[in-house]
C-alpha cells in the first residue's frame, strides 16, 4: 500500500502559477506511475497527467499540454506539477494517484488503485 499526500493548491489569479507537490509513503516510489488528476464542481475526475517509473515518458491531457508539467523526485518521493499560465477552467480539486501499471494506462480512472485526499486549486478571473 502506498500513501498519498497532496499539497501546493490555493488561490491564483488567471495566468498565475502554482506547483503542486505530492509525497508519497509505504512503498518503493520508483515502482510505480504517477499522475495527476483533477475534478471540477458537477463534473466528472478527468486527467491531467502521468509520469513513469523513473521519468523518462510523460503523459499530458490536451488542454494542459505546453502549460503543465509533470516531473518527479524518486529521492524526495515526490512528484510535482508545476502549472503555468493557469485559466479559470483549471479551478478544480487535483488528486495525486499511483499506479503499478504503465504510465501511458494512468489515464484511465480505474488504472490507478491509489490515491491522495486532493487539493483545491483556485483561479480567478
Known amino acids: 500500500q502506498v500513501q498519498l499526500v497532496e499539497s501546493g493548491g490555493g488561490l491564483v489569479q488567471h495566468g498565475g502559477s502554482l506547483r503542486l507537490s505530492c509525497t508519497a509513503s509505504?512503498?518503493?516510489?520508483?515502482?510505480?506511475?504517477m499522475g495527476w488528476f483533477r475534478q471540477a464542481p458537477g463534473k466528472e475526475r478527468e486527467f491531467v497527467a502521468a509520469?513513469?517509473?523513473?521519468?523518462?515518458?510523460?503523459f499530458y491531457e490536451d488542454s494542459v499540454k505546453g502549460r503543465f508539467t509533470i516531473s518527479r523526485d524518486n529521492a524526495k518521493n515526490t512528484v510535482y506539477l508545476q502549472m503555468n499560465s493557469l485559466k479559470p477552467e483549471d479551478t478544480a480539486v487535483y488528486y495525486c494517484?499511483?499506479?503499478?501499471?504503465?504510465?501511458?494506462?494512468?489515464?484511465?480512472?480505474?488504472?490507478?488503485?491509489?490515491w491522495g485526499q486532493g487539493t483545491q486549486v483556485t483561479v480567478a478571473s
Open positions: 509520469i513513469s517509473w523513473f521519468g523518462a515518458n510523460t
Open positions: 494517484t499511483a499506479s503499478t501499471g504503465a504510465a501511458r494506462n494512468m489515464h484511465v480512472r480505474a488504472n490507478n488503485p491509489h
Open positions: 509505504g512503498r518503493t516510489f520508483s515502482g510505480y506511475g
